[in-house]
């Protein structure tokens, strides 16, 4: 009688248990971060501004745009005179002003510093809270501007006030108390105190070149047009307005 036996199994290798599917392990492959990783709610927000201004530039004739300019851009003139003797645009000018823009490069600057500062905050806050938080931040822009130009005939128009306010409100917490930033996860650190941030050295140079430029600009440099082209003081107040009071739109302790 002849003894018959198998081959030996190679030594890293186990043997199937009876009814055991044989499967093959995937090789792991590394995950890359998308080019293009935008909240939900912003991409919204962007498309409605496009489509405003692209409405505006290529369907509605002069007069009607002037008419859509009238009644919803912000001119701080109209507090220069009796409320009863107007319409109800004072009422939602000081929001409607910031979708509305002057042209396709004003459309395509407040866009990319939006994605760059709003995509954060969204994150963090909800879409709920960013549009109560760009009402508010709309009309604290122009309340500052107002401050200044009291009784002009000054058209105001694009969302540079709410951009300042997302920057001010991005500048309480992309930046860890070390002072470095972390650009992936940024929307779940914790948010600074006003003391925190003002203590801060990378807060503090990011603030004080975002003044200087402002400054800059009401002077007349860095602005096409010159110095009333641009509504540098809607921006100081967009910006003050989103650093101090940003906590009460932060729902993370």
């Not at 009814?19 to 995950?31: C, F, I, K, Q, R």
């Amino acid at each position: 009688m002849t003894e018959h036996r198998g081959h030996a199994l190679p030594p890293e290798t186990e043997p199937l248990a009876v009814g055991e599917p044989l499967t093959e392990a995937a090789p792991s492959l590394p995950v890359r971060e998308p080019a293009f990783n935008l909240p939900g709610g912003l991409v919204v927000i962007l498309f409605v501004l496009v489509a405003i201004h692209a409405v505006r530039t290529y369907l509605l004739p002069v007069a009607l745009d002037d008419e859509i300019i009238f009644n919803f851009a912000f001119l701080p003139a109209r507090y220069d005179h009796p409320l009863a003797e107007q319409g109800f645009a004072w009422l939602w000018s000081p929001v409607t002003y910031s979708l509305l823009h002057g042209n396709w490069e004003h459309v395509i600057f407040n866009g990319f510093w939006m994605i760059a500062f709003g995509a954060p905050v969204v994150r963090r806050i909800g879409l709920v809270r960013l549009a109560v938080f760009w009402c508010l931040s709309a009309a604290a822009a122009v309340a500052l501007h107002v401050a200044f130009h009291w009784g002009e005939m000054m058209v105001v128009v694009g969302a540079s006030g709410v951009v300042a306010g997302l920057m001010g409100a991005a500048a309480r917490f992309v930046f860890s108390p070390s002072g470095r930033i972390s650009r992936q996860f940024a929307h779940v650190n914790r948010r600074l105190s006003i003391g925190e941030a003002l203590s801060n050295r990378s807060v503090l140079m990011f603030s004080g070149i975002w003044f200087l430029i402002n400054f800059l600009i009401g002077l007349g440099l860095f602005a096409v047009g010159g110095a009333g082209a641009i509504a540098w003081e809607a921006h100081i107040g967009g910006f003050l307005f989103g650093f101090f009071l940003f906590g009460f739109f932060d729902p993370r302790r």
